[in-house]
């Protein structure tokens, strides 16, 4: 195989990273974006030269304003998609965060309206159902120490037989 012909078989897909944050009550902080129709979490694409890890602390700082550490990768989500090209997202626990850290978030207001914590439930009737899923599975996945996980459209896959 020519590589021409190599490469034009080799996904390229985009990435993306967030970082999920919860309360003292367990529950989630989800942003609303001022260009999406749907609550998101804290995140957004790896630029070049950046590893997932980096692209979600960049992206927290600059949507929230904050910079708390984060830690474990709790899902790695194989999103295909026709509209918006495939992708591949990571999410990291960003863990508890204080009240006095919510204090001092400071939204980046071109990009982000307001922030909530919102129950499982409550995030499921404000985002898209594949995000949804996503979130659901990296709290479970988090929860029982089974982090990472791998997701494909925010579930896991039944068994691929080699």
Not at 69 to 83: E, I
Not at 133 to 147: M, P, T, V
């Amino acid at each position: 195989m020519a590589p021409n012909e190599h490469e034009a078989k080799m996904a390229h897909p985009r990435m993306a990273a967030g970082a999920l944050f919860f309360d003292a009550d367990g529950r989630v902080l989800m942003v609303e974006p001022t260009y999406k129709k749907y609550w998101d979490i804290p995140g957004g694409y790896v630029e070049v030269g950046e590893s997932p890890l980096q692209a979600a602390v960049r992206e927290v700082g600059e949507e929230l304003g904050i910079t708390p550490p984060l830690g474990r990768l709790l899902a790695v989500d194989w999103a295909p998609s026709d509209a918006e090209g495939d992708k591949v997202l990571y999410l990291f626990d960003g863990g508890h965060l204080t009240p006095e850290v919510v204090a001092g978030v400071t939204l980046q207001a071109d990009e982000i309206k307001s922030f909530k914590f919102l129950s499982p439930g409550e995030v499921a009737e404000r985002t898209i159902p594949r995000l949804a899923r996503r979130i659901r599975a990296a709290i479970e996945a988090r929860s029982s120490g089974a982090a990472p996980i791998y997701l494909e459209h925010g579930q896991q896959p039944d068994s691929v037989a080699a």
